[in-house]
């Protein structure tokens, strides 16, 4: 499965869903790559496209609607097709779609799209997708599992993975999908075809390593940046910089934070082959020049020769401890409202994460929308400062308190083993049952049950941010840390 990135484009821009925006233009696009890539290439990188769009499909609904896409381009871009062949075709497909018993993925939004005609309803089919999965479902088989597959269907095999990888990493920039899928792929032909397989696997695997985790990395930054917008992104690494190198100053920081958030915003839909190799070289020289000193987790990550494995390890370091005692952070006041006075929110920001370490970063990004709310309501008003002091009291404490109680706990849940958190989190759900509570013990356990799946996913950087507690689209979000809930303007 070879094929240029400038294939991607088109394949994108073209086929997905009978996409259409000048149809003798696209259909020549789409018939060119068609005859250029042959049917197998042009066949594979339909499937990564459209598991990537629809990643919470079935393997059966892309299947279908990727070969009735091949179809199209069997039937439309052989010589002598009728002229129409392509346009009528492409219309049969999105009226396939609106069909209540269509094979094809599901989305709530085809509805909508159906009321619509023509080009209108295609484009705007064309435009839906579901949202990443923040948990990867692709459990790799055996080794004698993976050659036995293999053996008995080739292409089956092949597009099932296809299927399932490309929809796990569906926020990944394509590129490097592209790269890491083809690698793996490679590693399962030669080591099967090997008389010591699993030798094969062992060593091949290891030496493609950085490859495969790229993509996961790549595929978490980039779906965060599509959850978050660029702006909150930004926040987000304020949050990870600060926590990670406590020492680092506010003016370092924030101009660190602000290049990963643009590296994102550049390179996550781009299909430049090495956009992200080539735009992280300057960004790993700026953190491991200015956040190293004194850091010597962060000196070993910058001693590895190659970029991307810099990046690896910087991207992956757990939070630190704080760099000092707990101080009062900054406050968000009418100060705010001068030109240029968001930088007190970063700064608020910054000052939190700084001597919370260990806070989950949920609860921190709740606070800056808090921060931002307040701003917007109070701005514009005659007395500003009221306004700012009764926000603080009924909005910001209470997100205070629940930070500190995150941090706590997540300090806890870092500092001990497993085994030895769950016995003191047992202890204090104990505590919050009255003496002679019936069944108290099964209580208890139900408690920790539920607060220690939280922990697990949400107590370490670059944690899963949905499932974490970020909510930035409903305008009165619900965040709900362990037993607590509070609500946020977003």
Same mark, same amino acid.
Request: net charge negative.
């Given at each position: 499965m070879k094929a240029g990135v400038g294939s991607l484009l088109l394949l994108l821009l073209s086929c997905t869903h009978g996409l259409q925006r000048g149809k003798d233009y696209f259909k020549e696009k789409v018939c060119n790559e068609y005859n250029a890539l042959g049917e197998t290439n042009f066949r594979s990188i339909s499937i990564i496209i459209n598991s990537r769009k629809y990643s919470n499909a079935t393997f059966e609904q892309i299947i279908s609607l990727v070969n009735d896409m091949l179809d199209l381009a069997k039937k439309c871009c052989g010589a002598g097709a009728d002229p129409d062949c392509y346009e009528n075709e492409s219309t049969a497909f999105s009226e396939k779609s609106c069909r209540p018993d269509a094979p094809f993925p599901r989305h709530p939004g085809i509805a909508g799209c159906c009321t619509q005609h023509g080009l209108d309803r295609k484009l705007c089919l064309a435009a839906l997708k579901h949202p990443p999965k923040e948990f990867p479902t692709y459990v790799e088989p055996s080794n004698e599992e993976i050659c036995d597959a293999l053996k008995k269907d080739p292409r089956g095999f092949e597009e099932r993975f296809l299927v399932d990888y490309s929809s796990d990493y569906s926020y990944a920039p394509l590129p490097i999908l592209l790269n890491s899928t083809i690698n793996y792929l490679s590693i399962i032909r030669t080591c099967c075809a090997s008389i010591q397989s699993n030798i094969c696997f062992l060593k091949e695997r290891l030496r493609h390593k950085p490859?495969?985790?790229?993509?996961?990395?790549?595929?978490?930054?980039?779906?965060?940046?599509?959850?978050? +917008?660029?702006?909150?992104?930004?926040?987000?690494?304020?949050?990870?910089?600060?926590?990670?190198? %406590?020492?680092?100053?506010?003016?370092?920081?924030?101009?660190?934070? +602000?290049?990963?958030?643009?590296?994102?915003?550049?390179?996550?839909?781009?299909?430049?082959? @090495?956009?992200?190799?080539?735009?992280?070289?300057?960004?790993? &020289?700026?953190?491991?020049? =200015?956040?190293?000193?004194?850091?010597?987790?962060?000196?070993?990550?910058?001693?590895?020769?190659?970029?991307? !494995?810099?990046?690896?390890?910087?991207?992956?370091? %757990?939070?630190? @401890? %704080?760099?000092?005692?707990?101080?009062?952070?900054?406050? $968000?006041?009418?100060?705010?409202?001068?030109?240029?006075?968001? $930088?007190?929110?970063? @700064?608020?920001?910054?000052?939190? &994460?700084?001597?919370?370490? @260990?806070?989950?970063?949920?609860?921190?990004?709740?606070?800056?929308?808090?921060?931002?709310?307040?701003?917007?309501?109070?701005?514009?008003?005659?007395?500003?400062?009221?306004?700012? =002091?009764?926000?603080?009291?009924?909005?910001?404490?209470?997100?205070?308190?629940?930070?500190?109680? +995150?941090? !706590?706990?997540? +300090?806890?849940?870092?500092?001990?083993?497993?085994?030895?958190?769950?016995?003191?989190?047992?202890?204090? &759900?104990?505590?919050?049952? %009255?003496?002679?509570?019936?069944?108290?013990?099964?209580?208890?356990?139900?408690?920790?049950?539920q607060r220690i799946s939280y922990v697990t996913k949400c107590c370490h950087l670059n944690a899963p941010p949905t499932y974490c507690g970020i909510q930035v689209k409903d305008p009165a979000a619900t965040i709900c840390f362990l037993a607590d809930c509070i609500e946020n303007e977003s």
């Open positions: 490859v495969q985790a790229f993509a996961h990395v790549s595929n978490k930054a980039c779906a965060l940046d599509a959850l978050l +917008g660029k702006n909150k992104t930004k926040v987000s690494y304020l949050i990870k910089f600060t926590q990670q190198t %406590p020492s680092l100053s506010f003016d370092n920081a924030i101009a660190l934070a +602000g290049e990963a958030s643009e590296i994102l915003s550049k390179c996550c839909t781009s299909l430049e082959e @090495r956009c992200f190799q080539n735009e992280l070289k300057l960004h790993i &020289a700026h953190i491991c020049n =200015t956040a190293c000193s004194g850091n010597e987790r962060l000196q070993s990550c910058c001693r590895s020769k190659d970029d991307v !494995e810099k990046y690896l390890c910087i991207y992956l370091l %757990p939070w630190d @401890r %704080p760099s000092q005692g707990p101080q009062a952070p900054s406050s $968000v006041d009418e100060g705010v409202c001068r030109k240029d006075g968001e $930088v007190d929110i970063y @700064r608020n920001i910054y000052d939190v &994460a700084q001597i919370y370490t @260990r806070a989950p970063e949920a609860l921190l990004i709740t606070l800056y929308s808090a921060n931002q709310a307040a701003a917007t309501d109070c701005c514009g008003l005659p007395d500003p400062k009221a306004c700012f =002091t009764e926000k603080a009291s009924k909005t910001i404490a209470p997100l205070h308190a629940l930070i500190e109680k +995150g941090n !706590e706990i997540c +300090g806890e849940y870092t500092d001990h083993t497993h085994v030895e958190f769950l016995k003191r989190l047992k202890a204090n &759900a104990l505590t919050l049952f %009255p003496p002679g509570t019936l069944d108290a013990e099964n209580q208890a356990s139900a408690l920790v049950e």
